[in-house]
T-cell receptor, first 113, second 114 residues
Framework: DSGVTQTPKHLITATGQRVTLRCSPRSGDLSVYWYQQSLDQGLQFLIQYYNGEERAKGNILERFSAQQFPDLHSELNLSSLELGDSALYFC????????????FGPGTRLTVT | AQSVSQHNHHVILSEAASLELGCNYSYGGTVNLFWYVQYPGQHLQLLLKYFSGDPLVKGIKGFEAEFIKSKFSFNLRKPSVQWSDTAEYFCAVNARGSQGNLIFGKGTKLSVKP
């Protein structure tokens, strides 16, 4: 157990819908990262927050957005869902924002039908 | 842009065989390097990391990796694998001075036959 929690574990929804994935970092960690894991693209970085502020953006679609709240938990919002958004979404946390090792949560498996 | 290449997509070994998984990265500056393992149905776990110093780093579960700067490589090794090492292994790099996000290789699936 890494100390990073993610809910829900599984999510099945229809195309065009909107979902919210939630992540709670390890106690004391200020940085939260979101990654998408799919069979064709592998593990890809989406976005990073540090102490409530966006710090880095990766291959995140405009339909996707995220935020980090004052209690440091983070939410990833996915809207206008397409079949190709089906993937495992991982959250990771680290103490700092630069070069610290990251601890991963169990992931949320999203299936879009 | 940074990239990470893992040469083997799927490796099949018998128990007690030695393991070496290749990882090469593409980046001109200084990097931090990581190996993560993902057991079936589980989350990613950190096996080992290299930030600086001794290029031979030891991790958990008997794994080690060697950073060879001239070859831009960070290969993972284990002298004798066990059935419980069956998992997917990911090499990742983070550019020193960046915000910390990891660039991952495509992963190598290891199957160990009992």
């Amino acid at each position: 157990d890494s100390g990073v929690t993610q809910t829900p574990k599984h999510l099945i929804t229809a195309t065009g819908q909107r979902v919210t994935l939630r992540c709670s970092p390890r106690s004391g960690d200020l940085s939260v990262y979101w990654y998408q894991q799919s069979l064709d693209q592998g593990l890809q970085f989406l976005i990073q927050y540090y102490n409530g502020e966006e710090r880095a953006k990766g291959n995140i679609l405009e339909r996707f957005s995220a935020q980090q709240f004052p209690d440091l938990h983070s939410e990833l919002n996915l809207s206008s869902l397409e079949l190709g958004d089906s993937a495992l979404y991982f959250c990771a946390s680290s103490v700092g924002g630069r070069g610290s090792e990251q601890y991963f949560g169990p992931g949320t498996r999203l299936t879009v039908t | 842009a940074q990239s990470v290449s893992q040469h083997n997509h799927h490796v099949i070994l018998s128990e007690a065989a030695s393991l070496e998984l290749g990882c090469n990265y593409s980046y001109g500056g200084t990097v931090n390097l990581f190996w993560y393992v993902q057991y079936p149905g589980q989350h990613l776990q950190l096996l080992l990391k290299y930030f600086s110093g001794d290029p031979l780093v030891k991790g958990i579960k008997g794994f080690e990796a060697e950073f060879i700067k001239s070859k831009f490589s960070f290969n993972l090794r284990k002298p004798s694998v066990q059935w419980s090492d069956t998992a997917e292994y990911f090499c990742a790099v983070n550019a020193r001075g960046s915000q910390g996000n990891l660039i991952f290789g495509k992963g190598t699936k290891l199957s160990v036959k009992p």
